[in-house]
């Protein structure tokens, strides 16, 4: 069985969903910046940064009644460009903001073993950055 699921943001691990207005520069100067795995402030007004080749663990699972066994992993991967994220707003130099639907294309591939796929199953999740040329 094949399912494809298209989503505006990866995640747990990168964007946050937010507001529809992205506030001026001056007040996104104002706001913090967090490197991710720091401890976040209280509320959602800051700045999350993903430095280039800083690793970011995502724990996937694979659970529910129909099975036997379980089974739970921490993947890691790192990005090949500074990433800045502001609620549902993303940058690659903290200055420049852009809807992160319009910034980042992220694809989940989900095949379970069946008939239609009679192999192990596989679990893939695709983010492409939309701006690059």
């Known amino acids: 069985?094949?399912?494809i699921i298209y989503a505006t943001c990866a995640a747990s691990m990168l964007f946050c969903a937010g507001c529809s207005v992205l506030p001026g520069q001056t007040e996104l100067a104002r706001l913090p910046?967090?490197?991710f795995g720091q401890a976040t402030p209280e509320g959602d007004n800051f700045i999350l940064f993903f430095p280039a080749g800083q690793p970011i663990p995502t724990d996937v699972a694979i659970v529910g009644?129909?099975?036997k066994d379980t089974s739970n992993?921490?993947?890691?991967?790192?990005?090949?460009?500074?990433?800045?994220a502001f609620k549902r707003w993303v940058s690659f130099d903290n200055t420049h903001w852009i809807d992160?639907?319009?910034a980042l294309e992220v694809k989940l591939d989900i095949r379970l073993?069946?008939?239609?796929?009679p192999k192990p199953g596989e679990i893939?999740?695709?983010i492409d950055n939309k701006t690059q040329s």
Not at 74 to 81: A, T
Not at 113 to 117: I, L, N, V
């Open 65 to 67: 009644s129909l099975l």
């Open 113 to 117: 073993p069946g008939p239609e796929h």
């Open 100 to 102: 992160s639907r319009d």
């Open 73 to 84: 992993q921490r993947l890691v991967v790192s990005l090949n460009k500074d990433v800045y």
């Open 33 to 35: 910046v967090i490197t």
């Open 124 to 126: 893939k999740l695709r």
């Open 1 to 3: 069985m094949k399912h």
